[in-house]
C-alpha cells in the first residue's frame, strides 16, 4: 500500500529528546533520509515546539513539527505538496490520533509502535494523499462543522426557551398565589369596612336615641307638664243639678 503513495511519502513520530523515532510509516526509500535527520545535530535543536520547519531534499519536501510534549512529527512529501496542508491538517491529525492511543512512547525502543499504529498512518496518508480528495473531505467537514454549529445553537436557543417557559410558569403560579392572597386580604379588609359601618351606624342610632330621651326629660321634668288637666274638687256634676233644682224650686215658691 505504501508504494502506491505519491504525495504523502513517508510519515516517522520521533522523541524529540533522543531523536529516537517510536513510529513510522511509507515507502521504505526515506527510511535513510529521515534517520539522517533525526541523527543530525540540528534536529534537537531546530524542532522547538511550534515551529514550522521545511526542507528540499532530491525532488521531495521534508516537513518537520514538534509538540508540547516533545513528540516531532517528520513527514515527506512530494516537492510541490501544499506546505498549508501539511502543517495546518495532517501533522495536528497525526498528533491527534497518536494522543488519543495512551501509548508509553517515552521510553519505548525504536519504532515499537509502528505496528500498532500503522492502520491510523496508513489512513492518514491515504486521506492526505490526494489533494483533490482531501479539499473536498475539508470541504465535507467544514459543511458538518457548519451544520453541528447550527444545530448547537437551536438546541441552545431551544434550551433558552425552555427555561424561559419554566420562568414564566413559574411566575404564572406565583400570580396566581398573589392573586389568592389578594383575594383573602380583600375579603378579610372588605368584612372589616362592613363592621365599622354598622358600629356607625349604631353609634349614630345610640346619639339619636340619648338626643331624644334628654328632649323628653327636658319637656317633662317638672311633672306637670304631662300629668295632664288636675281634676275640680267638690260635689260632682249630679249633687250640682240637684242643688241648682232645689234653688229653682224655692225660687218658684217664694214667688206664688
Given at each position: 500500500m505504501a508504494e502506491k503513495l505519491k504525495n504523502i511519502l513517508y510519515i516517522a513520530l520521533a522523541r524529540r529528546a533522543d531523536s529516537?523515532?517510536?513510529?513510522?510509516?511509507?515507502?521504505?526509500?526515506?527510511?535513510?533520509?529521515v534517520t539522517?535527520?533525526?541523527?543530525?545535530?540540528?534536529?534537537?535543536?531546530?524542532?522547538?515546539?511550534?515551529?514550522?520547519?521545511?526542507?528540499?531534499?532530491?525532488?521531495?519536501?521534508?516537513?518537520?513539527?514538534s509538540n508540547q510534549d516533545n513528540l516531532a512529527a517528520i513527514v515527506v512529501t512530494a516537492d510541490d505538496y501544499a506546505e498549508r496542508t501539511v502543517f495546518g491538517g495532517l501533522i495536528p491529525d497525526v498528533f491527534?490520533?497518536?494522543?488519543?492511543k495512551n501509548y508509553k512512547w517515552q521510553n519505548c525502543e525504536a519504532n515499537?509502535?509502528?505496528?500498532?499504529?500503522?492502520?491510523?498512518?496508513?489512513?492518514?496518508?491515504?486521506?492526505?494523499?490526494?489533494?483533490?480528495?482531501?479539499?473536498?473531505?475539508?470541504?465535507?467537514?467544514?459543511?458538518?462543522?457548519?451544520?453541528q454549529s447550527v444545530m448547537q445553537d437551536n438546541?441552545?436557543?431551544?434550551?433558552?426557551?425552555?427555561?424561559?417557559?419554566?420562568?414564566?410558569?413559574?411566575?404564572a403560579e406565583d400570580l396566581v398565589?398573589?392573586?389568592?392572597?389578594?383575594?383573602?386580604?380583600?375579603?378579610?379588609l372588605?368584612?372589616?369596612?362592613?363592621?365599622?359601618?354598622?358600629?356607625?351606624?349604631f353609634m349614630i342610632f345610640m346619639v339619636f336615641v340619648v338626643i331624644i330621651i334628654i328632649i323628653i326629660v327636658?319637656?317633662?321634668?317638672?311633672?306637670?307638664?304631662?300629668?295632664?288637666?288636675?281634676?275640680?274638687t267638690g260635689t260632682s256634676p249630679t249633687a250640682s243639678r240637684r242643688v241648682l233644682e232645689n234653688t229653682n224650686m224655692e225660687y218658684i215658691t217664694s214667688t206664688f
Open positions: 529516537v523515532p517510536v513510529a513510522s510509516f511509507g515507502k521504505s526509500a526515506h527510511v535513510e533520509t539522517k535527520l533525526l541523527s543530525s545535530p540540528a534536529f534537537s535543536n531546530k524542532a522547538t515546539p511550534g515551529k514550522n520547519i521545511r526542507l528540499i531534499n532530491n525532488g521531495t519536501a521534508i516537513f518537520l513539527l491527534e490520533k497518536f494522543s488519543k515499537s509502535l509502528s505496528k500498532k499504529f500503522k492502520s491510523e498512518l496508513k489512513s492518514i496518508c491515504t486521506q492526505y494523499d490526494d489533494p483533490t480528495a482531501h479539499n473536498k473531505i475539508a470541504k465535507l467537514r467544514g459543511q458538518v462543522s457548519q451544520v438546541i441552545s436557543k431551544a434550551l433558552d426557551n425552555l427555561e424561559s417557559t419554566e420562568n414564566l410558569e413559574e411566575k398565589d398573589a392573586a389568592g392572597e389578594f383575594e383573602r386580604k380583600s375579603k378579610k372588605a368584612w372589616r369596612e362592613w363592621c365599622m359601618l354598622q358600629k356607625m351606624r327636658a319637656i317633662c321634668g317638672d311633672g306637670k307638664t304631662c300629668a295632664g288637666p288636675e281634676e275640680t
